[in-house]
């Protein structure tokens, strides 16, 4: 899909008569696996919507992170984005190579570092809320709006509950 093309053909999500992954009961029975499943499943989509941008899931969420206009630090953005640092590091620099984020001074207190969400990056995220919009229809399609937002309040609680 290139950016602005309105082709939302390539934004699939896996067919539900796919081969089954080798599992034991085990994993099957396993909260953990399960989500994990289910995010490599959402992930794998949702990277296809970002692809035309050459955007990482990863950076995405960077840039969502970003775009309420305040700058953040280094750490309260690696947990906005669900990364750790090192490989956060690694994909702000990237980004600010791209121009689409800066780092700057907090204007509240000059000595430390924060970035922002440049124009640029502005610009990026506009050019990807089709795929991304049509990303979230795939899903609602697949699953169920009704569904869906059940399963995200109630994964939101969960991970409230456990202390993330």
Request: glycine share 8%; no cysteine; proline share 4%.
């Amino acid at each position: 899909m290139t950016a602005g093309s309105g082709d939302a053909s390539q934004v699939r999500l896996p067919s539900e008569k796919a081969e089954a992954p080798v599992t034991s009961p085990g994993l099957e029975s396993s909260l953990a696996y399960l989500l994990s499943r289910a995010e490599r499943a959402v992930n794998r989509s949702l990277g296809a919507a970002l692809a035309s941008e050459e955007v990482s899931v990863e950076q995405w969420r960077i840039l969502q992170a970003l775009a309420d206009g305040r700058g953040h630090s280094m750490g309260g953005l690696a947990e906005a984005a669900l990364m750790p640092h090192p490989t956060l590091t690694k994909a702000v620099d990237r980004l600010v190579e791209r121009a689409v984020v800066y780092r700057g001074h907090d204007p509240l207190d000059r000595r430390k570092v924060v970035v922002f969400l440049a124009d640029r990056g502005r610009e990026l995220l506009a050019r990807l809320e089709a795929g991304i919009a049509e990303h979230r229809r795939a899903v609602l399609a697949a699953y169920g709006a009704a569904r869906t937002e059940r399963l995200m309040r109630e994964l939101d609680l969960l991970a409230r509950s456990l202390g993330g």
